[in-house]
Structures are given as structure tokens and as C-alpha cells.
């Protein structure tokens, strides 16, 4: 059982940043792939991007691609979410999750573990 608390969340206004933060109580995170994905009000939830076992290897959608970027510390069991350039659509809750797939996955099935989200709102 792995679980994940997200961090960081807040107001900004548009073209702000903010770093949300995914603690893992595990410490063989580095066996998981990971993935942030948010949801909006009244919306599906969506994948924002995803980053290989080692961090090597990251993907993003293209909504957020150029301005988020996804990192992880496997010694810190920890994972990052770096958001720049922030836009009054970026608000949503976040979310992290793990998942044992050998790959980025972009679907939400495959994920096993799901943190709690953390609100993210920019404001016009």
C-alpha cells in the first residue's frame, strides 16, 4: 500500500508559479511510475503529466506543455510539479498517483494510488 499526500496548492494570480509537492509513505517509490492529473469543476479528470521510475523520462499534456514541469527525488519519496505561467484555467484540484505500469501511463485506470489533491486556483 503506498499513499501519497499532495502539498503546495493555493492562490496565485495568472502568470504566478507554484511547486505542489507529492510525499510518498513508501520508500520503494522508485519502483512506481508517477502521474499528476487535476480536475475542475463540472470537468473530467485529466492527466497534466507523468514521469518514468528513474525520472528520466517525462510527458506532458499539451495544455500545460512548456510551462509545468515534473520532477521526483526517489530518495526523499517525493515528486514535484513545477508550474509556471500560470493561467485562470490551470484551476483545478491536483492530484498525484502511482503506478506500477513499466510506462508514463495517461489514463487514470492505470494508476493504483491516488493522493487526497490539493486546490490549485488562479485568479484573473
Known amino acids: 500500500q503506498v499513499q501519497l499526500v499532495e502539498s503546495g496548492g493555493g492562490l496565485v494570480q495568472a502568470g504566478g508559479s507554484l511547486r505542489l509537492s507529492c510525499a510518498a509513505s513508501?520508500?520503494?517509490?522508485?519502483?512506481?511510475?508517477l502521474g499528476w492529473f487535476r480536475q475542475a469543476p463540472g470537468k473530467e479528470r485529466e492527466f497534466v503529466g507523468g514521469i518514468s521510475k528513474s525520472g528520466g523520462t517525462t510527458t506532458y499534456a499539451d495544455s500545460v506543455k512548456g510551462r509545468f514541469t515534473i520532477s521526483r527525488d526517489n530518495a526523499k519519496n517525493t515528486a514535484y510539479l513545477q508550474m509556471n505561467s500560470l493561467k485562470p484555467e490551470d484551476t483545478a484540484v491536483y492530484y498525484c498517483?502511482?503506478?506500477?505500469?513499466?510506462?508514463?501511463?495517461?489514463?487514470?485506470?492505470?494508476?493504483?494510488?491516488w493522493g487526497q489533491g490539493t486546490q490549485v486556483t488562479v485568479s484573473s
Open positions: 513508501t520508500r520503494a517509490l522508485r519502483g512506481y511510475m
Open positions: 498517483a502511482a503506478g506500477t505500469r513499466l510506462t508514463i501511463a495517461t489514463m487514470s485506470n492505470d494508476y493504483n494510488y
